[in-house]
């Protein structure tokens, strides 16, 4: 029987909708470094798993079609025939169950620190009842230590401690049936069946889902695979390496249409008249070149989570004096007051930019700069 899971909702309505399912213990504020990465270029829906978070608790044991069907309802619920999918642990378990039972409802797939099987189902079944038996903090400090390299744990206690904590007030029926999910569950011979576009990360250092066998395994079987392994990541590896785990979300799902991806960015930062009138004026012969800028320059680059987008205002407002673009700078200290700059973080731009390519390049800026904050006043 399916339950209603509860999920968190971001970024823009009529983008592309991104599933995030977590890993066992977890809740969906794990997914946090993702939040703002993702959500400006998808619809992110981030669930608890059943027994989870504030998803319902039914009795346990668990199966994984329980838990992709849950995903499922909660799909139909929204409204969603088809999304992207990104799962950690059992999260990526769900998601290759739902790849191969429900591949009509999967776009493209990404499997974080995952394994098609988890045996041997002994050590499940004793999970399970050490936790029936004294709660979910029996196993929390255990979990925690595999979930990060000592390193990282060192450096970043109130990470570790805040973890821990979603761990700990997990429910034990629900971590327990979760667990039986796990022990029953193996995909080894269907995975030739995923025909979703997959991405495969695994962390180097991780002792709950080496990339040998697993992540490796996944890779070899699924048609088409992409695999990579990142260094200095355990089995949290979204936390641990957020940075690099979000640009290869990112460019993952949004090469599935990168035109509309860069689309959504480029009105998102310049506005629907000035892409509406850039339409109007479109002809067969620059129709090319505006598909170009906005697959590439939009689509590609803008959406890349590694500066955010008052930094790549800057940059380019930079750039465009440096090279006496006047044309582009009207339109980019809009897109910059859009992307949350200031008036007067826009004059220290330009300031800097006095120094480093010229007083009389400043000056004209400043003077363009005027006339738009003028036109807005």
């Known amino acids: 029987m399916g339950v209603d899971l509860h999920h968190v909702e971001s970024g823009p309505a009529d983008a592309p909708p991104l599933l995030l399912g977590g890993s066992l213990g977890a809740t969906v504020d794990m997914w946090e470094p993702q939040v703002e990465a993702l959500s400006t270029v998808f619809r992110v829906i981030r669930f608890d798993h059943r027994g989870h978070g504030r998803s319902p608790v039914p009795d346990g044991p668990y199966t994984m079609a329980d838990l992709g069907g849950d995903v499922v309802a909660l799909m139909d619920r929204l409204g969603i025939g088809s999304a992207h999918y990104a799962g950690l642990s059992i999260g990526g378990m769900v998601g290759q169950w739902l790849a191969v039972h429900r591949p009509e409802r999967i776009d493209r797939l990404a499997l974080l620190a995952t394994s098609p099987y988890m045996g041997p189902a002994r050590n499940w079944r004793e999970r399970a009842a050490l936790v029936r038996a004294e709660g979910t903090g029996a196993v929390a400090d255990s979990v925690v230590e595999r979930w990060f390299t000592p390193g990282f744990l060192g450096a970043h206690p109130r990470d570790a401690a805040g973890l821990r904590e979603q761990i700990a007030a997990t429910p034990a029926e629900g971590y327990a049936g979760c667990c039986g999910a796990i022990e029953t569950y193996d995909l080894r011979e269907e995975l030739h069946r995923i025909n979703a576009p997959t991405l495969v990360v695994a962390g180097a250092d991780d002792p709950s889902t080496p990339p040998a066998g697993n992540a490796e395994l996944i890779a070899e079987r699924v048609p088409h695979a992409r695999l990579t392994v990142l260094d200095d990541a355990a089995h949290l590896l979204s936390w641990q390496q957020a940075a690099k785990v979000n640009t290869l979300l990112t460019q993952h799902f949004a090469s599935a249409d990168r035109h509309a991806a860069g689309m959504r960015v480029r009105r998102s930062v310049l506005g629907d008249a000035h892409v509406d009138r850039a339409g109007a004026r479109t002809t067969g012969f620059t129709e090319p070149f505006q598909d170009l ?85």
């Open 293 to 377: 800028i906005t697959r590439y320059a939009w689509g590609e680059v803008w959406t890349r989570p590694g500066l955010d987008r008052r930094t790549r205002s800057c940059m380019v407002l930079t750039a465009l004096v440096a090279h006496g673009h006047w044309e582009e700078v009207a339109m980019h200290v809009r897109a910059a007051l859009r992307n949350g700059l200031t008036p007067d973080e826009i004059g220290e731009v330009f300031l800097q930019a006095a120094v480093y390519c010229g007083v009389p390049a400043a000056n004209r800026a400043f003077a363009i700069a005027q006339e738009v904050l003028a036109e807005d006043s």
